[in-house]
């Protein structure tokens, strides 16, 4: 299997073995969750969303049994009135964080598909129409394409090869893998492509129309992005710079005048430093966050 459930002591294989045991548990529980067989097929999850819920109930039933057991020991050792009343109410709210976190886990998965598909989208599609121009069949640009080191953009025509090649006509393939595609970019470009091989229009003006719009689309992104980063730049100004050494000297003058220690003031200071270090990450992510899908390293 090509994934791991998040905090779990054993590995997926062993895990999906073990769920068809539990499945009269977890099958009621499909109900509840309408979407997650779409979301775990475009997680390219090989498995049902039943078989991945009992996977999860028997990963924290073992986690639940961990923490109940360490944190009753921990517990007890303090004297604690009814330890294991508390450490069963702590671990029942640690397990429950957890399965939030396996729950989100395949739209994770998801979202890195989506970042390395629509980057690699447009650079596929220009080659795609240079071949097209020069009269390649559109089936082998296909296959040139999911050979031509895309990421995942190849991965999904490597898919759409193969089905052909199965006997399955190229536009249901194409169909197929739009539907378990998460990228709007991508559906888009794929049901483009069927629509115009249905009525039978040219398909080398089709790619170029592709080409025009994700370049559009790329250029306004990048103007989104540029809007977005003045704000962010002002925060970063103001949290990272300008408050810190306010703060450093505020605290320079208020150590003059009140009876800290000299434990107390490194105190003050590693804390002031602590805060600087995670407005730095928090920036750095959130500006990694915001930038374009469509952009190419």
Same mark, same amino acid.
């Given at each position: 299997?090509?994934?791991?459930?998040?905090?779990?002591?054993?590995?997926?294989? @062993?895990?999906?073995? %073990?769920?068809?045991?539990?499945?009269?548990?977890?099958?009621?529980?499909?109900? !509840?969750?309408?979407?997650?067989? +779409?979301?775990?097929?475009?997680?390219?999850?090989?498995? $049902? $969303?039943?078989?991945?819920? $009992?996977?999860?109930?028997?990963?924290?039933?073992?986690?639940?049994?961990?923490?109940?057991?360490?944190?009753?020991? !921990?517990? $007890?050792?303090?004297?604690?009135?009814?330890? /294991?009343?508390?450490?069963?109410?702590?671990?029942? /709210?640690? +397990?429950?964080?957890?399965?939030?976190?396996?729950?989100?886990?395949?739209? @994770? @998965?998801?979202?890195?598909?989506?970042?390395?598909?629509?980057?690699?989208?447009?650079?596929?599609?220009?080659?795609?129409?240079?071949?097209?121009?020069?009269?390649?069949?559109? =089936?082998?640009?296909?296959? %040139?394409?999911?050979?031509?080191?895309?990421?995942?953009?190849?991965?999904?025509?490597?898919? !759409?090869?193969?089905?052909?090649?199965?006997?399955?006509?190229?536009?249901?393939?194409?169909?197929?893998?739009? =539907?378990?595609?998460?990228?709007?970019?991508?559906?888009?470009?794929?049901?483009?492509?069927?629509?115009?091989?249905?009525?039978?229009?040219?398909?080398?003006?089709?790619?170029?129309?592709?080409? +025009?719009?994700?370049?559009?689309?790329? #250029?306004?992104?990048?103007?989104?992005?540029? *809007?977005?980063? *003045?704000?962010? *730049?002002?925060?970063?100004?103001?949290?990272? @710079?300008?408050?810190?050494?306010?703060?450093?000297?505020?605290?320079?003058?208020?150590?003059? =005048?009140?009876?800290?220690?000299?434990?107390? #003031?490194?105190?003050?200071?590693?804390?002031?430093?602590?805060?600087?270090? /995670?407005?730095?990450?928090? /920036?750095?992510?959130?500006?990694?966050?915001?930038?374009?899908?469509?952009? +190419?390293?």
């Amino acid at each position: 299997m090509n994934f791991n459930i998040p905090f779990s002591f054993f590995p997926a294989k @062993i895990l999906r073995k %073990q769920a068809k045991h539990v499945l009269f548990i977890t099958k009621p529980l499909e109900k !509840v969750f309408p979407y997650l067989a +779409v979301t775990l097929k475009q997680a390219r999850f090989h498995i $049902s $969303s039943a078989e991945y819920l $009992s996977m999860c109930f028997l990963s924290n039933t073992f986690l639940f049994a961990f923490f109940l057991i360490f944190l009753n020991l !921990v517990i $007890s050792s303090t004297d604690a009135v009814n330890p /294991f009343l508390k450490s069963f109410i702590a671990s029942l /709210f640690l +397990v429950i964080f957890i399965s939030f976190q396996q729950f989100a886990y395949p739209k @994770i @998965i998801i979202n890195r598909r989506v970042m390395n598909l629509e980057k690699n989208l447009l650079p596929a599609m220009q080659n795609a129409l240079v071949q097209l121009k020069s009269g390649v069949p559109l =089936f082998n640009v296909l296959a %040139q394409l999911s050979l031509g080191g895309y990421g995942e953009v190849s991965k999904e025509f490597l898919k !759409v090869v193969r089905d052909v090649n199965a006997g399955k006509p190229a536009i249901d393939a194409l169909d197929i893998v739009a =539907f378990e595609n998460p990228s709007p970019y991508f559906r888009r470009v794929i049901w483009q492509l069927t629509n115009r091989m249905k009525t039978g229009s040219d398909l080398c003006e089709t790619v170029k129309e592709i080409t +025009v719009h994700l370049s559009a689309e790329q #250029i306004g992104q990048i103007e989104r992005y540029g *809007s977005q980063l *003045s704000p962010l *730049s002002m925060f970063y100004m103001v949290i990272a @710079i300008i408050l810190p050494s306010l703060g450093l000297t505020l605290l320079i003058v208020m150590a003059s =005048f009140m009876s800290l220690s000299e434990a107390g #003031i490194k105190s003050l200071f590693w804390g002031l430093y602590g805060f600087g270090v /995670f407005v730095q990450f928090m /920036f750095l992510g959130m500006i990694k966050a915001k930038r374009p899908n469509l952009l +190419v390293d």
